[in-house]
Every structure is written in structure tokens, then in C-alpha cells.
């Protein structure tokens, strides 16, 4: 159960739009208020908030989170209440009456069991329902670790295996389904377990790092200072230090438990939190918010420490005095407007991965990042934009955003250099999402997009034309569970984390440099991935264990607010939303312009992506309209603008004020063996018979014979006229048949004669 609430308190300075923040909690709150309540538990197995009566377990869905959401309830006996959970299939439910004893509820039949320790010289520190196949509850105890499978048949719990050794106290995430369990003097000796679907697997042992804060003096690690997270779906450990006032990284392997590396603080009270794979660092004491993207080769924060900021809190509630009031009613909800006005109060307990509940009020918010604030707090285009297209919750925005962040650094024309980066950012980003599928996903849950983020020029549709012809590759969404809140007597961790929609949580080799998520994995907290003899170097901080085949994938695939989309941008978006309306907006010499849109299709080159056809014609249409004739020819004859029908028409449309440029656009148009269109250009230019002869060559029989007839006539000349007739006549069978054979055959008679005359 989570801490009482504490008188202090800091009151949020309720601003408007100009109130600066990366992230923000939104109003309202989901409350949790039941009379009676005894406190609030967190059943993060099956996303669950819990609030316990004398007589009755109320519970309400955090996922998706709605601050309306209606509370389901069942009836339990009296009695206390330490921990509480439902199973993962919800067929039952565990509470810890105390320190010797778990009850179970059957509520399908109504029946209880109870489960209790065997000696009184140990005592239960906790419990969590696992999707193990081997067993479907874990007992943690001072004496080790009991995992249990539930027998229909007695209808009770059957021993499976222990896992005996002193634990001081333990901490779960049952996204990462590891356990770490905490021994020693210091309880910086850990022992950890993954128990998932795919079996269950021992980590080695290992400590974690401790300063010495005087020489006779060694402090003792506390269950608050450690937290399990999953970020891209890599499992991480965080360990606070507050002698060196660090928080130390550290990896998981199958074979080994690596230090990643440490990241400054500045509060002695520390909370973590993960958004959308974004670490969110909170100095309460400080009362701000720091910001880590792990997957970025820097340490350094995203940003600089700001405030959490409320929104959607009425301005009217919070000015409203009540000193004046007579009304009982209008008092109570000033009193609870003030309460949910407090930002990091005392009762602030954080649920990883991106909860806050105040217990003493009995609400529960969630925590979003403004990308909008975060896009514009750099000058780092490349870094943001970066940044941006790893964004999965809220992509369709990250993706409009990247949109107008690189349409506004061509306008202001930035160095060419600094755009060539961002471009090669969004060109990478969108060919690992065609590689991996991604992008295809987000293409079949992407909505009609929401109205465009403030200064904003740009359409708010970013579904084009080659988007609807494509059809979307499935993903099955399953629902997963995970642990509950434990009383803070059990000494237990108050961060509990939800598990990503999209990510795979596993464990891998130390040496095995594949990825967890879609990219190489070459990126951590340091600049590189730890490789094998790194490894060897870190053994104090890491000891290792006979190295495992294969790495052990944990899947959790649960449905958070919405299935993930990519913001990755293709070659038609950056099109239709960057280069047509900067296009229109930009004047004076075209090199700058041209210079961005070649280092674009040289990006596009390298990736081997395909280029839309229009930004050929748009290069085209920029050099001709200066009358850069030569350096067109130059850009066709490298093969810097790809061969394609549309830049063919665009290539003899601008040739018609010079005859090169024309030439190359005839030329390609036969490269492409567009027989049809190259003959009738060839008539409509006058060069009929040649045109007759590529026919002939090429089997060409689509051209209607009046054509090259009437351009036979026009020339007056009765000598082609005639070779056009012969020619028809000799190739085309039952031609001498037709309207054109007998009009053109009289025709070259009058020629004749007028020219015997």
C-alpha cells in the first residue's frame, strides 16, 4: 500500500501557454475516492489501481487511461490487508494478510485457500503472478523464493521449486518479468530471475557500486533507490547514489550485468519514469524534470531541468476564495481543486512507467511529453529531428513536426550541411521502418490526423497517394499483466513499469551485438555497445556466468492507448509537405534549393529508396526556369535525376527553348522503351518518316496512321506523302480498305496534278 500524505506541499503555478515544460500531467485526475478506503495498491499485472474497503476491492483500468473511468468491484472478507493482486487471467485473487499468510479467492466459485510460511523464522516479503509456464505464482520470503503452480484438483497451490538465500528485499517489473533479489550487509549483492513465457533464466550475481561516505561508515542500499526499467526494449537497472549524488546504469545480459555508466543528480529524492522510451530523471527536491533519450550516443539530457506542469486545470477553481464561502459543497471542491494543484508533493508515489498517484488524495495522473516544447528548446535540427522519429505514441504529431522543422531550415536557408544531416536523419529513420515493418503498421492504424501543431504551415494530411496503395502488415495485440503495489512495511520499491506497446523485452549474450529494438544495437548510456572484453574489464561491477546460446525473448506485446505508428516520412511526404511549398515560397537564385533536393536523392540513393517522380520534375523545372541548361544536361547524363516518364514530358516541355534539353528528354523516353510516346513526339516535331522507321523497328502499332498522313501533308511534299501511303499500305493489313487511304490517295493525286499543271 502506498505512504500517507505529508502537510508539505508545493502549490503549482498554474500558467498558460506560457508556462515552460517538457512534460506535463493532464487534468483531471482519475480519482480513486471510495469511503472507507483503507489505501491504494497498484496491480501493475493487470494495469490495475486498487482500493481496498473493509468488506470490498474496488479496481479501475489505468490502460487506456481515462480519467472517467468506472470502478468494477469484488467482495473479500475482513481483515488486513498488505498486498493485493489479481491473477494474470483474472480468475483469482491474492491478498497478504500478513507477514506468515496469503489468501486466495476463487471468483468464479467463491472458495478460498491460504498459503503460509512453513517456519516461523522466516516471513513473506511479497508475491506476483507470473506467465512462466513452469509456475503461475512467485512467493518471495527472507529464505529465497517459492514459485507455485495452482492444482484444479486439491485447489491449492503446489510447490514447484524453491530458490533458498538470505533476501533482504526484492524489487519486480513484471514488463521486464526480473526479479532482483537484494542480500548482504549493504544489500548491494543482487541475485536476479527472469521468469517469462519462455522459461526461466538465472542471472549472475552481481553488486552494484556504493560510494563510502566516510571511512568507518557504509550505507545500506534501500529498495526506493533501485528501479528496473525497459526503454526500446532493453532491460535497464538504476541504482541511486546519493554519496556521489550519481545514478548509475546498469545493463542485463544472459551472461553478465554490465554498468552502462552514471548520470548526475542533484536532489537526495530521486523518482523515474518512462514515457514513450524516453527516461524522465524527477529531482523532487529540486522540483524539476530531466530528460534522457538512452538511445542517443550522448548522456547529455534532451533538454534542460524544467518544471512538471498541470494543464487543463480551471483557472477559475484556482482563484475562487474561499475564506467567503458559506456553501459546504462549493468548500469541498475548492479544498480537492487545491489538492490536485500539488506537483511533487509527499504523497507523490511514481509508478514506472508513467504514472503518479497521490495517495493521501487518492488520485492518479499520467505523464506526457510535450513534443512541441522539446523540438523547439534545440538548435540541434539533426538531434531533434533524431529524437522525433523514434517518438511512438504520439507519431502522427512527431511526424508533423519533423515536417515543419525541416521545411522552415530550408527557408531560412540554413548551411547546406547542417540540412544534409537532418535529411539523412528522416531518409535512415524511413528506411528502418520499411525494413523492420513499421512503417507499413502505422500506415493501417494511422487516423485521419489531427489538426497541425501551432505555426504550422502545412497541410494536416500526411497520407499521400503512394500511403493508400500499400497494404498494411498486421500485428496481433495481446493483453499482458504485471505486478501489484506492495505495502511500503514490505520495504519494496514504489516504481512499477507498464510495458511497451511495441517493444520485445530479452535478455542477450554480452558479446551478441544484435539489436533489442530495430536498430544495430551500438548505442547505450557510453558511446558504444559493451563488447565482450569490456566485459572482462567491469568483472568487479559484473560477475560472469556461462554465456547462453541464444538470447531469451520475453514478449510483451500489451495494448497501451493506441497502437504505435511510425513518424518516419517518405520520399512522397517530404514531396508534397517540404519541397513543392518551399518551392513556392522561395525566390532569387535556385542553387541553394537545388543543393538540398540533390543531397536528398543522394540520401534516398544510399538507402536504396525510390524517389518520387515529381522531385525529378521539380529539379527540371528550377534549372530550366534560370535556363542552367548545361548543368541540367550534366544532372541527366550522371543519372543524378533517375530516368522516368514524368521527367521525360518535364525534360521536353522545358526543351522547348532549347534543343539539347529537348533532345534529352526524347533520348530518355526511348531509354525507357516508351515507344508510343517517343513516335508521336517525333511526328509532332515534324520528324515523321523517322518516325515511320522506329515504328517498323519497334513493332509500334498504337500510333493512328492520320497522324503521320497529316504530317505528310503539311510538309507538301507529294514524294513523303507517298512513301507514308506505301508504307501503311505494305504493314497494316486492309489499310487500302480505310477512310485515310482513299482521303489521302485523292489528296496525292491533286498534288500531283497541280504539280503536272
Request: hydrophobic residues 40%.
Given at each position: ?308 506542469l498541470l494543464r487543463g486545470f480551471p483557472k477559475a477553481s484556482s482563484s475562487s476564495s474561499r475564506t467567503g464561502s458559506k456553501d459546504t459543497d462549493s468548500s469541498e471542491a475548492n479544498d480537492m481543486s487545491d489538492h490536485e494543484t500539488i506537483i511533487y508533493g509527499d504523497n507523490w508515489i511514481f509508478l514506472v512507467p508513467d504514472l503518479i498517484c497521490d495517495v493521501g488524495n487518492r488520485l492518479l495522473w499520467k505523464i506526457h511529453l510535450d513534443l512541441e516544447a522539446i523540438s523547439a528548446s534545440s538548435s540541434e535540427v539533426p538531434s531533434v529531428l533524431d529524437f522525433l522519429q523514434r517518438r511512438k505514441l504520439e507519431a502522427n504529431k512527431a511526424k508533423q513536426l519533423c515536417l515543419v522543422v525541416v521545411r522552415t531550415v530550408i527557408l531560412e536557408r540554413r ?193 536504396r529508396i525510390k524517389v518520387h517522380p515529381n522531385i525529378y520534375v521539380l529539379t527540371i523545372q528550377l534549372l530550366a526556369r534560370h535556363e542552367r541548361y548545361a548543368e541540367l544536361g550534366l544532372f541527366i547524363i550522371n543519372k543524378i535525376l533517375e530516368p522516368s516518364k514524368e521527367a521525360a514530358l518535364q525534360l521536353l516541355e522545358s526543351g522547348r527553348q532549347n534543343i539539347q534539353t529537348r533532345k534529352l528528354g526524347l533520348d530518355m523516353l526511348r531509354q525507357l522503351s516508351l515507344h508510343h510516346d517517343y513516335v508521336l513526339l517525333l511526328v509532332q516535331d515534324g520528324y515523321y518518316l523517322e518516325a515511320l522507321r522506329y515504328a517498323r523497328k519497334n513493332k509500334v502499332t498504337t500510333v493512328r496512321p492520320s497522324l503521320f498522313l497529316e504530317a505528310a501533308f ?44
Amino acid at each position: 500500500m502506498f505512504g500517507k500524505a505529508s502537510s508539505s506541499q508545493l502549490s503549482v503555478s498554474l500558467g498558460g501557454s506560457g508556462a515552460l515544460s517538457h512534460v506535463y500531467i493532464q487534468h483531471p485526475p482519475l480519482r480513486c475516492s471510495i469511503p472507507g478506503s483503507k489505501g491504494l495498491f497498484y496491480d501493475d499485472g493487470n494495469k490495475l489501481i486498487l482500493s481496498v474497503t473493509s468488506d470490498q476491492v474496488f479496481s479501475w483500468k489505468t490502460v487506456p487511461f481515462a480519467s472517467d473511468a468506472a470502478p468494477t468491484s469484488d467482495s473479500i472478507s475482513e481483515g488486513p490487508v498488505l498486498s493485493i493482486r489479481y491473477s494474470l487471467d483474472s480468475k483469482f485473487l491474492a491478498i497478504q494478510r500478513s507477514n506468515h499468510e496469503i489468501q486466495f479467492w476463487d471468483r468464479e466459485t467463491g472458495e478460498t485457500f491460504g498459503q503460509t510460511c512453513r517456519s516461523e523464522t522466516e516471513s513473506i516479503l511479497g508475491f506476483f503472478w507470473t506467465d512462466c509456464p513452469k509456475c503461475d505464482i512467485v512467493i518471495v520470503k527472507t529464505s529465497g523464493m517459492e514459485l507455485f503452480s495452482y492444482d484444479p484438483e486439491s485447489k491449492s497451490l503446489h510447490l514447484v521449486e524453491t530458490k533458498r538465500m538470505n533476501v533482504s528485499w526484492y524489487v519486480y517489473t513484471h514488463e521486464s518479468r526480473l526479479i532482483l533479489l537484494a542480500s548482504g550487509m549493504q544489500c548491494k549483492s543482487f541475485t536476479g530471475f527472469q521468469l517469462s513465457s519462455a522459461g526461466i533464466i538465472r542471472l549472475p550475481k552481481f553488486e552494484m557500486a556504493m560510494a563510502k561516505s566516510e571511512a568507518n561508515n557504509k550505507p545500506v542500499l534501500a529498495a526506493e533507490d533501485v528501479h528496473i526499467i525497459t526503454v526500446y526494449g532493453r532491460i535497464y537497472c538504476l541504482q541511486v547514489d546519493r554519496v556521489v549524488m550519481l545514478l548509475h546504469s546498469y545493463r542485463f545480459y544472459r551472461d553478465a550485468v554490465v554498468q552502462q555508466g552514471s548520470l548526475p543528480i542533484y536532489s537526495n529524492k530521486i523518482a523515474i519514469s518512462v514515457v514513450d522510451n524516453v527516461l524522465l530523471v524527477h529531482q523532487v527536491d529540486a522540483k524539476v524534470v530531466i530528460l534522457y533519450d538512452i538511445f542517443a550516443d550522448s548522456r547529455a539530457p534532451i533538454s534542460a531541468p524544467l518544471p512538471l506542469l498541470l494543464r487543463g486545470f480551471p483557472k477559475a477553481s484556482s482563484s475562487s476564495s474561499r475564506t467567503g464561502s458559506k456553501d459546504t459543497d462549493s468548500s469541498e471542491a475548492n479544498d480537492m481543486s487545491d489538492h490536485e494543484t500539488i506537483i511533487y508533493g509527499d504523497n507523490w508515489i511514481f509508478l514506472v512507467p508513467d504514472l503518479i498517484c497521490d495517495v493521501g488524495n487518492r488520485l492518479l495522473w499520467k505523464i506526457h511529453l510535450d513534443l512541441e516544447a522539446i523540438s523547439a528548446s534545440s538548435s540541434e535540427v539533426p538531434s531533434v529531428l533524431d529524437f522525433l522519429q523514434r517518438r511512438k505514441l504520439e507519431a502522427n504529431k512527431a511526424k508533423q513536426l519533423c515536417l515543419v522543422v525541416v521545411r522552415t531550415v530550408i527557408l531560412e536557408r540554413r548551411p547546406v550541411s547542417m540540412v544534409t544531416r537532418a535529411i539523412d536523419v528522416l531518409v535512415t529513420s524511413y528506411s528502418n521502418s520499411i525494413k523492420t515493418g513499421s512503417y507499413f503498421k502505422g500506415i493501417k492504424s494511422e487516423k485521419p490526423p489531427t489538426p497541425s501543431v501551432s505555426n504550422m504551415n502545412i497541410s494536416t494530411s500526411v497520407v499521400d497517394e503512394s500511403i493508400r496503395r500499400e497494404d498494411a502488415l498486421g500485428k496481433s495485440i495481446k493483453h499482458g499483466s504485471a505486478s501489484g503495489v506492495e505495502n511500503e512495511s514490505l520495504n519494496r520499491s514504489p516504481d512499477f513499469p507498464v510495458s511497451d506497446p511495441e517493444e520485445n523485452v530479452r535478455l542477450e549474450n554480452s558479446n551478441d551485438h544484435h539489436s533489442l529494438g530495430t536498430k544495430a544495437d551500438t548505442e547505450n548510456f557510453t558511446a558504444g555497445e559493451t563488447s565482450q572484453s569490456e566485459v572482462q574489464k567491469l568483472s568487479s561491477q559484473s560477475q560472469l556466468v556461462g554465456p547462453s546460446n541464444s538470447p531469451l525473448n520475453a514478449s510483451i506485446s500489451e495494448n497501451q492507448e493506441s497502437q504505435a505508428i511510425s513518424a518516419s516520412i517518405s520520399p512522397d511526404e517530404m514531396y508534397s509537405f517540404v519541397f513543392a511549398s518551399v518551392e513556392e515560397e522561395m525566390a532569387g537564385d535556385p542553387a541553394y534549393f537545388v543543393a538540398i533536393v540533390v543531397e536528398f536523392l543522394r540520401s534516398c540513393n544510399v538507402e536504396r529508396i525510390k524517389v518520387h517522380p515529381n522531385i525529378y520534375v521539380l529539379t527540371i523545372q528550377l534549372l530550366a526556369r534560370h535556363e542552367r541548361y548545361a548543368e541540367l544536361g550534366l544532372f541527366i547524363i550522371n543519372k543524378i535525376l533517375e530516368p522516368s516518364k514524368e521527367a521525360a514530358l518535364q525534360l521536353l516541355e522545358s526543351g522547348r527553348q532549347n534543343i539539347q534539353t529537348r533532345k534529352l528528354g526524347l533520348d530518355m523516353l526511348r531509354q525507357l522503351s516508351l515507344h508510343h510516346d517517343y513516335v508521336l513526339l517525333l511526328v509532332q516535331d515534324g520528324y515523321y518518316l523517322e518516325a515511320l522507321r522506329y515504328a517498323r523497328k519497334n513493332k509500334v502499332t498504337t500510333v493512328r496512321p492520320s497522324l503521320f498522313l497529316e504530317a505528310a501533308f503539311v510538309s507538301a511534299d507529294p514524294q513523303h506523302l507517298a512513301a507514308v501511303l506505301r508504307f501503311f499500305s505494305d504493314f497494316i493489313p486492309g489499310f487500302k480498305n480505310t477512310a485515310d487511304h482513299t482521303t489521302y490517295c485523292r489528296i496525292l493525286n491533286e498534288m500531283n496534278s497541280s504539280i503536272t499543271a
